[in-house]
């Protein structure tokens, strides 16, 4: 499966904005998709996944302010990020994982987000 990230744009603190994860195939077919981003000098860090039962984990530093879900007629995973803060800019990217014990693949060029203080 590929998938591909769109959405990213520069915001201002506080801010909102959502980003979308378009799968080539079904999203029922898939175990978990997750959202990851990666700032500068960083490593890629897991935003938050969601699995074909709905079943979310976010990471700490996004609890209350993201949130996952997905539209399964056109095969896509969104992301709506709100009381954005400069710690969150990063190239967000989402992956898959076609089956619990397969690593996350399908990665895709991902997007940039932008927060400005």
């Known amino acids: 499966v590929q998938l591909q990230a769109s959405g990213g744009g520069l915001v201002q603190t506080g801010g909102s904005l959502k980003l979308s994860c378009a799968a080539s195939?079904?999203?029922?077919?898939?175990?978990?998709v997750g959202w990851f981003r990666q700032a500068p000098g960083k490593q890629r860090e897991l935003v938050v996944s969601?699995?074909?039962?709905?079943?979310?984990n976010y990471a700490d530093p996004v609890k209350g302010r993201f949130t996952i879900s997905r539209d399964r007629a056109k095969n896509t995973v969104y992301l709506q990020m709100g009381s954005l803060k400069p710690e969150d800019s990063a190239v967000y990217y989402c992956a898959a994982r076609s089956i619990l014990s397969s690593p996350y693949n399908g990665w895709g060029q991902g997007t940039l987000v932008t927060v400005s203080s």
């Open positions: 969601i699995t074909r039962g709905g079943n979310t």
């Open positions: 195939r079904a999203i029922d077919s898939i175990y978990a």
